[in-house]
């Protein structure tokens, strides 16, 4: 193990600070922003793996990536510098370095109304060690008594993930526990560390090789309490994103790594999807049947996603880009009913191709693989077979997955893909990927695959309908994904344990630039969800922005969840359904501001408020920031307890209309058909009322409806429509509202204004609640035309 150290004069440079190391490496910092600092530590040889795809400060990657290093995209404010002995001290703005030359140390400190506050330190000594022999880096930072850690994305357990180890590394995991089961899905190399007394601090390592995150699960008798990550690559390349709080923190990170993708409003209604309707013999008749029971049964749903059962063939293998004309016998109907019923369809693609494949021979011959170190195909164990991944990052291979893309999924009828098991679960160390022209190591380069693989289906769908907003999902991906589609959970499992902890996974990513996230309703994997438990998934995900009902179980002779299988809970099952197309105008309000600002649509309460016991991880999340979802994710009970944080004016119960002072415990009824929302004085939510039975995501009538709290004040809210679906909201061809809601002792008054060409707006009407003896005075924009 080498400890690095400075091995001669720093220099200053027009755009950062520069020093060489021992060992052939060197430390380059740069001032990108006032808020973000880039600290690298450059092998004299350059990177192994040379791009980024992750950072996007331009909103988007080139498809080959872009330099580690480039300083394309950001401002470069100026840095001053100064030398004392045995250290360097730089500093831009607010933010100031100290670089302790032997061993390497770096202090960050930020200037507060108290003077500098030291907020990252590295450890006092070897903070960055090489360790040749195994490939890998590591860094060690001290850890402050009380300091909380959050983020990493796809992860199980507590949201602070303090005195924990985690590793950064896509697998199928099927059927995980959500509270202890790791690695999992998604590739999430950030952290946020919050002080004791709130102020933040983020951490994002722009690396796509493995790496092991200790958040201080590991001691040592010779160290003061640190944490460290190590990855197997060679250097470091380290971004600091300035708080000081949480809520500054999220928004820079999808600054920086590109905001997400604002999809059309039909895929944030409820979608349905399982395996063994599409696997079934006679997969057209099961699945129009079952989307005619939707309607018939007042069900409301906008999307059915296919399984990859379309594409298996006698031996029950999958087989992408191919058809089942003996499960689907007319397939120009099967779309043609789908469409006639009001449903978009969204079809599951795979990115591996089993030897057997038709089409094998020919993707080999044309090196469409990830390849072994003597060119032929790496191959390893996939879906009943041996099988071989197809190299996203091969242009020849893009070429080649958006044509299959265009004619075989959207050009036989289906409105969008789903980038399934494509978390690139490589074990050959010596493979090697294409990288757009530029080889890598296919093992440091894992999930670039998912993420190219979504880009390139993102694209073609684009191509496809230009006039139109792409929908897309991957199961799989880095940060940066969400610029191209949504993501979720992956394969829960079936229990109120999976309940419970699936409630921090998704708040998690949320947090960690993955926004748009759901889980499977009912769990995938495991036993059969009865009544209780299967409605309380159907609450929870109602107000979320992924809501998709998804099961396998070969196990069971009765293996799917169906919105009707319990019929003692359908009522209740519909009601949650009904609300979330309720709350859908929100949902997707929020959805074009996380798209703009960056900021999360669902979050956990420690996100907006500073209360101690939002800290203590409850069981509940926030819907934007007014809106408290408190779900009932405990078996064989009826009411539900929260401390409702402080906020000015107290909380509305969305249902009986009691406001409740905040910083207080209350307990509110929680029966099997009833979700317990909270609203936050001052808010102006939009509601829907009507919709049509065949489009429930296209409301026509909208309720504007404001909780005034029982003090004076003011508050504003704003409010987005489109048409749901194509470009021309970047044009301002849309509605945006502007509400201002003041109260005073004798009255309540909102008044509603509006930017824009009001495109896509429906009917509106004004609900004030929270008049007591008040009068209440609306101001509507005039009716559309």
Not at 201 to 221: F, K, Q, R
Not at 439 to 447: G, T
Request: net charge negative; proline share 7%; with cysteine.
């Amino acid at each position: 193990m080498t400890i690095l150290s400075a091995h001669g004069p720093a220099t200053m440079t027009a755009n950062g600070f520069v020093m060489p190391l021992n060992a052939g490496f060197t430390l380059k910092l740069e001032a990108l922003e006032d808020w973000l600092i880039r600290l690298a530590i450059v092998p004299d040889e350059g990177f192994r793996v040379d791009r980024s795809w992750m950072i996007a400060p331009e909103g988007d990657t080139p498809v080959e990536g872009r330099d580690r290093l480039s300083l394309d995209g950001f401002a470069l404010p100026a840095m001053a510098h100064e030398a004392e002995a045995g250290a360097d001290i730089v500093t831009c703005g607010d933010t100031r370095v100290r670089i302790e030359h032997a061993p390497l140390r770096l202090a960050v400190e930020r200037r507060t109304a108290d003077g500098w506050r030291t907020v990252l330190k590295d450890r006092e000594r070897s903070a960055y060690d090489w360790l040749a022999k195994r490939g890998s880096f590591r860094h060690y930072q001290n850890r402050a008594p009380g300091e909380r850690h959050y983020g990493l994305g796809d992860k199980a357990g507590p949201l602070d993930r303090t005195s924990r180890r985690f590793r950064c590394l896509q697998i199928d995991s099927m059927g995980y526990d959500a509270e202890l089961s790791d690695p999992l899905y998604k590739h999430v190399p950030f952290v946020m560390v919050e002080a004791e007394d709130g102020h933040a601090t983020g951490l994002l390592y722009d690396t796509l090789s493995e790496m092991a995150v200790d958040l201080g699960c590991e001691h040592s008798n010779y160290y003061e309490p640190y944490r460290h990550v190590e990855m197997l690559e060679k250097g470091l390349v380290l971004y600091v994103i300035a708080g000081p709080r949480l809520s500054d923190i999220v928004p820079r990170l999808m600054r920086l790594t590109g905001r997400p993708h604002l999809p059309p409003r039909w895929s944030m209604g409820f979608a349905f999807t399982t395996m063994h309707h599409a696997d079934a013999p006679n997969a057209q008749e099961v699945m129009t049947g079952f989307a005619q029971r939707c309607r018939t049964d007042d069900i409301p749903i906008s999307a059915i996603h296919s399984g990859s059962g379309y594409t298996t063939r006698a031996d029950g293998r999958r087989y992408v880009f191919t058809w089942n004309a003996a499960k689907f016998p007319d397939r120009g109907g099967f779309f043609a009913r789908l469409k006639e019923l009001g449903y978009h369809t969204c079809a599951n693609v795979k990115p591996v191709l089993l030897k057997e494949h038709p089409a094998y021979p020919e993707a080999a011959e044309k090196g469409l693989f990830v390849k072994r170190s003597d060119g032929t195909p790496a191959v390893e164990m996939f879906w009943g077979g041996e099988g071989s991944s197809l190299d996203l990052s091969n242009p020849q291979t893009i070429a080649w997955w958006q044509k299959g893309i265009r004619e075989q999924v959207l050009g036989a009828g289906f409105d969008a893909a789903w980038n399934d098991n494509n978390e690139a679960e490589l074990w050959d160390e010596e493979a090697t990927v294409d990288g757009l022209g530029r080889p890598l190591p296919a093992i440091e380069a894992k999930p670039l695959q998912a993420l190219l693989m979504t880009r390139a289906t993102f694209e073609a769908t684009k191509a496809h309908e230009p006039d139109k907003r792409p929908y897309t999902i991957s199961r799989a991906g880095p940060i940066g994904i969400a610029r191209y589609g949504e993501t979720w959970t992956g394969d829960n499992s079936t229990s109120w344990h999976t309940l419970k902890w699936n409630i921090r996974n998704g708040l998690s990513m949320s947090l960690s630039g993955m926004p748009f996230i759901g889980h499977d309703i009912g769990g995938f994997a495991g036993p059969k969800p009865g009544p209780e438990l299967f409605t309380r998934f159907v609450q929870l995900m109602a107000l979320h922005p992924r809501a998709v009902m998804n099961s396998w179980k070969p196990q069971l002779s009765d293996p799917v969840n169906l919105p009707w299988m319990h019929p003692e809970a359908t009522d209740a099952v519909r009601q949650a359904l009904r609300l979330r197309y309720r709350f859908l105008p929100l949902l997707y309000s929020l959805a074009h501001q996380c798209h703009r600002t960056g900021e999360p649509i669902v979050a956990p309460l420690l996100y907006h408020f500073a209360d101690a016991s939002c800290r203590a991880d409850p069981d509940a999340f926030m819907l934007g920031p007014d809106v408290l979802v408190a779900p009932n994710v405990t078996e064989g009970t009826e009411t539900v307890s929260i401390d409702l944080p402080e906020t000015d004016g107290g909380w509305h119960d969305f249902w009986d209309g009691t406001i409740y002072a905040g910083s207080t415990q209350v307990t509110v009824p929680a029966p099997l058909d009833r979700l317990p929302i909270f609203v936050r004085s001052g808010a102006v939510l939009p509601l829907a009322l009507d919709w049509p039975s065949t489009s429930p995501h296209a409301a026509t009538r909208v309720a504007l409806t404001a909780f005034a709290g029982p003090k004076a004040g003011e508050s504003r809210r704003s409010i987005f429509f489109d048409d749901g679906e194509s470009w021309r909201y970047q044009g301002g061809d849309a509605s945006l509202l502007a509400c201002h809601l003041s109260t005073d002792a004798t009255r309540v008054g909102l008044t509603v204004t509006e930017e824009g060409s009001g495109r896509g707006r429906p009917d509106l009407v004004a609900e004030l609640r929270g008049l007591g003896t008040r009068a209440g005075e609306h101001t509507l924009p005039a009716a559309t035309a």
